[in-house]
């Protein structure tokens, strides 16, 4: 990662020569991330394996004092309370090893939370913008959020608690050959049954995980369905279908889970009854009585085993579950990689000043995958202060060249040149103050109204501020709110789809970039909404290049330019008037709309001829048929 390397998608031109660009990185493992720690987690381990050590020295004393005072002949009183100062010693020393093994790896997972983290956001600060369009919000959070956190489990208590596991019943096994080796096997016997069951379980229950959680994902599926659906299956009067539907997933899912825990529950109960104490306990009583009766050892060599013994077993869960959670920070690594090794936004070494001139695209081609064209050998010019409309059938890559110009990706192919200068060779931060977008779809964040317009630009004056509401014609609205500007989205600030899109457009005024790109903005407004959204626009666009994706036909007839694209090529250009007589694919669509917009007699209401503006239902359907 950071290597400053060339990076360009298969397929595409060799990188340009004023690029700086960062290698996409193989997907981090997890030592990998753990390497900033690596050393403090040591030092933790290793306390927290002093400390296992120490944990049994208690019982190893109370072993030693029991064969000190059963030994034939006087007791050792200063053996004993030698042995006794020692079980203290001992007993304290383990608090303290503890406690540094604690605060030693916390401080570590602290440090490498915020080092992943840190890592996290400079990367996605610095992919390219039409990344984040394949990945829903919640992908991101996972990847910021839970993935890291499911490291904390790992580094701050799993390895600690994995190094106890392994120590501690390894320790006393020495301990107890050590005193009788013979009595040892004896013991070991219920921990190696034990272990093969549990070990069996372990793979059933693994080989069965795809199965659960593709019945998860079923049952799951049908409640969203049957949820977000409710108001359209009770208005058609289908609710005891939908409720089926669940139900028979929750069956199936039912039977699954039955089914399953039925297969586990047997070996998994037995190798729980082979590991428990009492059976360990019963073992090392019956072994010891068999050897003392036959003379093969002292019967004050039973007192450690019975103390020890039925402790040697417990790790085994312990190991279970922290097997559990380092494969799931393991996962968690792997898709915290995947993030850190997206190719980042290629960025200038030497960055360039953009002129005033005009947009161009030149012989511009583009795929999202290295294999399907999206865009093939585009070649178009937006003059300054005019209108540049691109329409075509649903799918011939309006939104994708409307998304090249902002650089939310880079043509694998072409050029495209703002004022006669390299897009890609102007600082990033530039291209974004040169250029505005409006969306169909508004994105306010849960801050104030006033958070939300100062985005576009932070040190605005409160009395610009105001200005670009006005303009934008929602000021009225915010002033109604209980705290104003001050109001908080989402909380005592609710918009509807029109008043959101004109908060968006009053924060591309405040933006006051020279480059405008509008999608359709006027799409989800209502009709009354829809007028003041159309008188914002007007504000907005006066003087600006205006590059717009239109969906209604009749909003971009009075453009200056109208391209038609057509399975990523420029079908047509020309004004309204000039596609209108070459009678091609635009004329088509043009009558396509007007026929939709014609209120015919024999309506509801027939006293309307004509409607004005009414736009058909569908609009993408219309365009796609008269393709």
Known sequence: MGSSIYYYPLGSNPPHPNWRTTMAAEPAALPSLLQPVR??????????????????????????????????????????????????????????????????????????????????????????????????GGAVKKAVQDDVHALHHLVAHSLLELTSAVIVPLSTLAYLFWVDWRLALITMIPLVLGIGLFGRTGAAFKKNLPALD??????????????????????????????????????????????????????????????????????????????????????EDLVPFALLGVGITTPVLTISFAEEEVRAAKAAADRIGEVLATPALPVPERPATAGSGAVTFEAVGFS??????????????????????????????????????????????????????????????????????????????????RANLLIARPDATDEELRDAARRARIHDRVTELPRGYDSVVGEDARFSGGEAQRLSIARAMLADAPVLVLDEATAYADPESEAAVQDALSELTRGRTLMVIAHRLSTVKDADQIVVLDAGRVAERGTHDELLALNGTYAGMWRAHEHSTVWRPGSPDESDAVRPAVEPAAPSAVEEAVR
């Open 39 to 136: 050393k403090r987690l040591a030092l933790a381990v290793l306390c927290q394996a002093v400390a296992a050590l120490l944990n049994i020295a208690p019982f190893v004393a109370v072993a030693e004092l029991a064969r000190v005072l059963l030994a034939d002949g006087s007791p050792d009183h200063d053996r004993a309370w030698t042995v006794t100062a020692v079980a203290g010693a001992c007993l304290l020393a383990r608090l303290l090893f503890l406690l540094a093994a604690s605060v030693v790896s916390h401080l570590a997972e602290n440090d490498l939370q915020l080092s992943v983290r840190r890592l996290l956001i400079g990367r996605l600060d610095r992919v390219p913008l039409g990344w984040f369009s394949g990945r829903g």
């Open 368 to 449: 999202y995958d290295g294999e399907h064209r999206v865009l093939e050998g585009v070649d178009l010019t937006l003059a300054p202060g005019t209108t540049t409309a691109l329409v075509g059938p649903s799918g011939s890559g309006k939104s994708t060249l409307a998304s090249l110009l902002p650089r939310f990706w880079d043509p694998d192919e072409g050029t495209i040149r703002v004022g006669g200068t390299d897009l890609r060779d102007i600082a990033p931060e530039e291209v974004y103050g040169r250029m505005s977008f409006v969306f169909q779809e508004v994105r306010l964040l849960r801050d104030t109204v």
């Open 214 to 299: 593709a019945a998860m994902t079923d049952i799951n599926g049908a409640a969203v369905e049957f949820v977000q659906g409710i108001a359209v299956v009770k208005t058609f009067g289908q609710t005891r279908r939908a409720h089926r539907r669940y139900t028979d997933a929750a069956d199936r899912f039912a039977s699954f889970f039955r089914g399953w825990v039925d297969s586990l529950a047997a070996p998994r109960a037995l190798s729980e009854i082979v590991l428990s104490a009492p059976v360990m306990l019963f073992t090392v009583l019956l072994g010891g009585t068999a050897l003392i009766t036959a003379g093969r050892t002292a019967p």
